[in-house]
């Protein structure tokens, strides 16, 4: 196998063995300000971490990018673009950083968040794109967060609409795509199977119980995801470990649901 930068990354973000991912961001406190659990940033990525988190994402500003020097080792992915929740238009998400910076911190990928269907899609595509070949000429992994936001869209879960958010990252240089979860298994492999890049799964807002976020992540998988990218389920959850162990059971594992919440107690 020939090793390029971008390998080395990925697998810094990556189970080797499973080919999947667990991530937890946390970026939503430059939308939605200091919300419940992520106030202290550097326990949360302690907690995760000990869970079993392949990686945490987050903007530039946070303390995520000094965790290795203690504690269970876990990837770092640096937020690129955002916007907050008192913009007059809270779709349009604008680069904030550049790949450069991610490098000199060490991160080992990069994310950008793109709403296909807002009314500045076309400039967010463009961001793209800029940002892909920038990440190609340095060598860094880039995750697209594809999610079908606008007037024309009237459910961000919406399979048609998902596939034509995850396969324009893909069709655009993306090396991981993170989308909504459609609802049902037949659906989202028609997503899977119509993208070339790995898909992450959105854990969206927190959810009633354990078990929904559970049979969410086993059913993407089922359809074919390459794992999660959740943040409010686990980061608010009563007990962020636990979750992403939970979590983890199911993504590397291969583990079922019932045996998962047994295992919890």
């Known amino acids: 196998m020939s090793y390029t930068g971008k390998t080395v990354r990925l697998e810094r973000i990556m189970n080797r063995e499973t080919g999947k991912t667990i991530i937890v961001p946390m970026d939503h406190g430059l939308g939605a300000g200091p919300i419940k659990g992520i106030i202290n940033m550097a326990e949360t990525v302690e907690l995760v ?11 530039i500003g946070l303390p995520l990018f000094g965790h290795r020097g203690y504690g269970r080792d876990v990837g770092l992915i640096m937020h690129l673009s955002g916007s907050t929740t008192l913009s ?3 779709n349009n998400k604008v680069l904030v950083t550049p790949v450069e910076d991610a490098i000199r911190m060490g991160a ?9 269907g807002a009314d500045t899609e076309y400039e ?15 060598g860094m992994p ?20 998902v596939k034509i958010a995850s ?17 049902d298994i037949d659906s989202f492999r028609e997503v899977t199977r119509g993208c070339p890049a790995p898909i992450v799964v959105a854990g969206g807002p927190q959810m009633d119980t354990t078990r929904d976020v559970l049979k969410m992540v086993s059913e993407s998988i089922q359809a074919g995801g390459s794992g999660v990218a959740i943040g409010r389920n686990i980061f608010q959850a009563e007990k962020p470990t636990k979750m992403v162990k939970a979590i983890a059971g199911i993504v590397h594992k291969g583990l079922e649901v019932d045996d998962v919440l047994k295992e919890r107690g």
């Open 49 to 59: 971490a000990e869970g079993g988190a392949n990686a945490v994402l987050g903007h």
């Open 88 to 90: 007059p238009d809270p």
């Open 108 to 116: 080992d990928a990069v994310s950008v968040h793109i709403n296909i």
């Open 124 to 138: 967010m595509l463009r961001k793209l794109g800029q940002t892909a070949s920038k990440c190609r000429k340095w």
């Open 142 to 161: 880039l995750l697209a967060m594809m999610y079908p936001r606008g007037r024309k869209i009237d459910s961000e879960h919406d399979p048609e609409s």
């Open 167 to 183: 396969r324009a990252a893909a069709e655009l240089g993306a090396d991981i795509v993170k989308t909504n979860y459609t609802g």
